[in-house]
């Protein structure tokens, strides 16, 4: 099998498979040289993104987040492909947020854009190919032939005189060994997992109940939280009375947060009866007169109004001066809850050692962590998120305010027990980030045979910063 060498010093390597990691379950090692956890051949982990254990098991680490989009499964295709194991043996963990695993474009954690599989296919292949390559050492330092002699497949070393290794049985050789300072990787014409359909790697999970979505987190002693937020946009708190809610069955807590008051109960239901029996005063806020005939009169306005020009390729107003036919139509796409299967929700448990725990399905840890550092008064150092899989999001998950994960950690640091807010349905939909209004108003210039002659289209849309 032909491979094409990709030159990578060890340091540029250690870079680079840095940047890996995600949300739950490890913690990380950074070591100069391959190493293997615990004593033995327990388990070897060759850098962020892959983990190998004696019975065969591959779990990749995965840096991005999943949201259903699959990309558990594409990352964990790069190393598959490159490791040269069955795909059935792969599984996919993710680890606490950290700086570490920055997006190598955006340079803070996160998952968006569609970015994630062009951001870390490089990253994911040179991890696989750099734990094959120093398997394959191992087994030719053991059986004393050449590497050229070896090859690689379905997690095993091969040598040419029929000697087999599993992967398994050279773990604690190769952990000894130092990491190479180039890799070869398969050319694209010998990829047999990549480009091809393969089994969604969490799929199972979610089918029998054991995926670990926001919603499904739980420690002992976790309280449920509903917060009574603003009843329109820019509403602002002015009095609250929690007599009544208090003396609901269940309830623990009434408290103030940056978006409202927060129920602290031992359950749902009990805590949405006391936030039912809340008291609350709200004055109309900066944005109270901002009704749907004003708002139309601002867009037709824009879409009237000269504009930032996108592209522009030829004379469209001469064009469509001259044209034979005009046909003219706008289009308004209105505003939009994302309505995700999942609705938001966080949980935070500001432990008894000081450390704070957060658990969030979200697309942006490493934000979301240095949100929930500074509403807690904590340094980085002491606080953990760890990213869950998501039930679906399409943006909302991806808040710049960090909104869901600051109630969470409001919350717990007043009161002694971990709690998990929870968004429900209708305030998911009243009350969350909309896709943004947009109108579109599309002109096109028809000669007098009925060709196109010119085609203009002038959009207005509100800035996802208001």
């Known amino acids: 099998m032909s491979r094409e060498t990709t030159s990578v010093t060890r340091r540029d390597f250690l870079r680079v498979v840095a940047v890996g990691g995600g949300a739950f379950c490890l913690g990380v090692s950074w070591p100069g040289r391959a190493a293997a956890a615990g004593t033995g051949a327990e388990t070897w982990r060759p850098g962020a993104f892959v983990r190998l254990e004696p019975d065969g098991r591959v779990v990749v680490i995965s840096k991005h987040t999943e949201m259903g989009q699959g990309v558990f499964t594409t990352l964990a295709l790069a190393v598959a492909e490159e490791l040269d194991v069955p795909w059935t043996s792969v599984a996919v963990e993710t680890e606490p947020a950290d700086p570490k695993f920055a997006h190598l474009h955006s340079k803070f954690q996160m998952t968006g854009g569609s970015s994630s599989t062009r951001e870390a296919l490089d990253s994911m292949r040179l991890a696989g190919g750099t734990a094959r390559a120093v398997l394959v050492q191992a087994a030719a330092e053991r059986w004393g032939v050449a590497v050229e002699r070896l090859r690689t497949e379905a997690g095993q070393v091969l040598a040419d005189d029929g000697r087999t290794a599993a992967?398994?049985?050279?773990?604690?050789?190769?952990?000894?060994?130092?990491?190479?300072?180039?890799?070869?990787?398969?050319?694209?014409?010998?990829?047999?997992?990549?480009?091809?359909?393969?089994?969604?790697?969490?799929?199972a999970d979610k089918v029998t109940g054991r995926a670990l979505f926001g919603f499904d987190v739980t420690v002992p002693g976790l309280k449920t939280v509903l917060i009574a937020r603003a009843p329109r946009f820019g509403a602002v708190l002015e009095a609250w009375d929690d007599t009544a809610a208090r003396r609901v069955p269940g309830v623990?807590?009434?408290?103030?947060?940056?978006?409202?008051?927060?129920?602290?109960?031992?359950?749902?239901?009990?805590?949405q009866r006391g936030r039912e029996a809340l008291v609350t005063r709200w004055s109309p806020g900066p944005i109270a007169?901002?009704?749907?005939?004003?708002?139309?009169?601002?867009?037709?306005?824009?879409?009237?109004?000269?504009?930032?020009?996108?592209?522009?390729s030829g004379d469209f107003a001469a064009a469509w001066t001259d044209a034979a036919r005009?046909?003219?139509?706008?289009?308004?796409?209105?505003?939009?809850?994302?309505?995700?299967?999942?609705?938001?929700?966080?949980?935070?448990?500001?432990?008894?050692?000081?450390?704070?725990?957060?658990?969030?399905?979200?697309?942006?840890?490493?934000?979301?962590?240095?949100?929930?550092?500074?509403?807690?008064?904590?340094?980085?150092?002491?606080?953990?998120?760890?990213?869950?899989?998501?039930?679906?999001?399409?943006?909302?998950k991806a808040a710049?305010?960090?909104?869901?994960?600051?109630?969470?950690?409001?919350?717990?640091?007043?009161?002694?027990?971990?709690?998990?807010?929870?968004?429900?349905?209708?305030?998911?939909?009243?009350?969350?980030?909309?896709?943004?209004?947009?109108?579109?108003?599309?002109?096109?210039?028809?000669?007098?045979?009925?060709?196109?002659?010119?085609?203009?289209?002038?959009?207005?849309?509100?800035?996802?910063?208001?």
């Open 167 to 203: 992967y398994g049985s050279l773990l604690a050789a190769a952990a000894r060994l130092p990491l190479p300072d180039t890799v070869p990787l398969k050319p694209r014409s010998e990829w047999r997992l990549l480009g091809r359909d393969a089994s969604r790697v969490e799929a």
């Open 252 to 271: 623990l807590a009434v408290v103030p947060v940056w978006s409202g008051v927060a129920v602290v109960a031992e359950g749902f239901l009990a805590a």
């Open 289 to 312: 007169d901002w009704d749907e005939a004003r708002i139309d009169a601002v867009f037709a306005e824009a879409i009237a109004a000269p504009g930032l020009s996108a592209q522009q």
């Open 326 to 396: 005009r046909i003219e139509a706008t289009f308004d796409l209105p505003y939009l809850a994302h309505a995700c299967m999942e609705p938001l929700n966080a949980t935070a448990w500001l432990r008894p050692d000081g450390m704070l725990e957060v658990w969030a399905p979200t697309h942006f840890p490493g934000p979301d962590r240095d949100a929930a550092a500074q509403v807690a008064g904590l340094s980085l150092e002491r606080v953990i998120l760890h990213p869950c899989l998501m039930g679906g999001s399409f943006g909302r």
């Open 400 to 466: 710049a305010t960090s909104d869901f994960v600051r109630e969470a950690v409001d919350v717990a640091r007043q009161v002694k027990w971990p709690v998990k807010v929870v968004w429900t349905r209708e305030d998911d939909l009243r009350g969350g980030f909309y896709r943004p209004r947009v109108k579109a108003r599309v002109r096109l210039a028809l000669a007098a045979d009925g060709a196109l002659a010119g085609w203009g289209i002038d959009t207005a849309g509100q800035r996802m910063s208001t």
